[in-house]
């Protein structure tokens, strides 16, 4: 398991932003895929965005544009800054470890993206944009 520390929510206005952090007790090179997800109330998680070891990147269609996922490996610190905040961007935000099924010893909270299993170790941000 990885411990993760994450900060970095808050209350925003609309057309406002944020950055997230999360701080992972390990390498972060050594992470195959570090994913950020979310949940707002009612609603199943979403993936926002992911950064790879490889330094690949990914964003939700919802967030393309607006948010960038970035990695500093001598902190072992993935970020999300998020800008051009909406009120629908309002969730729990989650960093999560992602890699293969046998890396890590299996979670019930984990969630499959697609040869990967991530993981939900950190407290979760709550992000909420309103004003």
């Known amino acids: 398991q990885v411990q993760l520390v994450e900060s970095g929510g808050g209350l925003v206005q609309p057309g406002g932003s944020l950055r997230l952090s999360c701080e992972a007790s390990v390498s972060i090179f050594s992470i195959n895929v570090m994913g950020w997800y979310r949940q707002a109330p009612g609603k199943q998680r979403e993936l926002v965005a992911t950064?790879?070891?490889?330094?690949?990147?990914y964003y939700g269609d919802s967030v393309k544009g607006r948010f960038t996922v970035s990695r500093d490996n001598a902190k072992n610190t993935v970020y999300l800054q998020m800008t051009s905040l909406k009120p629908e961007d309002t969730a729990v935000y989650y960093c999560t470890p992602c890699g293969p099924k046998s890396k890590w010893a299996p979670s019930p909270t984990a969630e499959t993206m697609g040869a990967l299993t991530c993981h939900f170790w950190g407290q979760g941000m709550q992000v909420t944009v309103s004003s």
């Open positions: 950064i790879t070891s490889g330094g690949s990147l």
